[in-house]
């Protein structure tokens, strides 16, 4: 896909990933952003699925095609052709284990390794806020990431819904904004 935004009726359209550790939440937060239902069945992603889904972000329509990753180590292989042509990336991990916070540094690394840098955008996410009697990251410390690689950060659950329209719409957001539109 092209990095280019494609014009569709005034619509732009952008390649945005899902990146981070597995059972983190990232099919459920596109499945609760997509539908509003949070699926409690757990299936292990397998290779990637693709949604899109259109947003009003300040007068623009922007159409994000949102590719969801295989966060499993052993699926590491087919991640390479994924990344390509992606403008924005979420960065998600998971308030209950401080090492999915940890490692959103290799998830960065190898998405700039497979493209080249070009991801413009990227929104840090601690998903599973609902747990708060399991948290083992405190919101500052995800907040400090994000400040760090100067990403917009929310703490969000896809049970409840909290935050998870506002994540997609300041991604969409941050690549409109990156992009000059
Ligand atoms: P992944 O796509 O990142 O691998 P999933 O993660 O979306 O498959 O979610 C992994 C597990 O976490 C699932 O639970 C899912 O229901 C749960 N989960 C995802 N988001 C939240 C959340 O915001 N709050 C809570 N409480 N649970 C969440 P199971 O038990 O089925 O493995
Ligand atoms: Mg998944």
Known sequence: MSKEPKTKSKELMYKVILAGDGAVGKTSLIEKFMTGKFEKDYKMTLG??????SLSVDGSSVKLIVWDLAGQPHFKFVRAGFYLGATGA???YDVTRKSTLENLENWRAEMEKNTGGDVSASVVVGNKCDLDNLREVK???GKAYADG????FFETSAKS???VENVFLALARGIIKCKGV
């Not at 690689?149 to 917009?152: G, L, M, R, S, T």
């Open 149 to 152: 690689i100067n990403a917009p």
């Open 161 to 163: 819904g909290d935050n």
């Open 90 to 92: 979420l960065l998600v």
């Open 48 to 53: 990637t699925s693709i949604f899109a889904k």
């Open 139 to 141: 919101k500052g410390e």
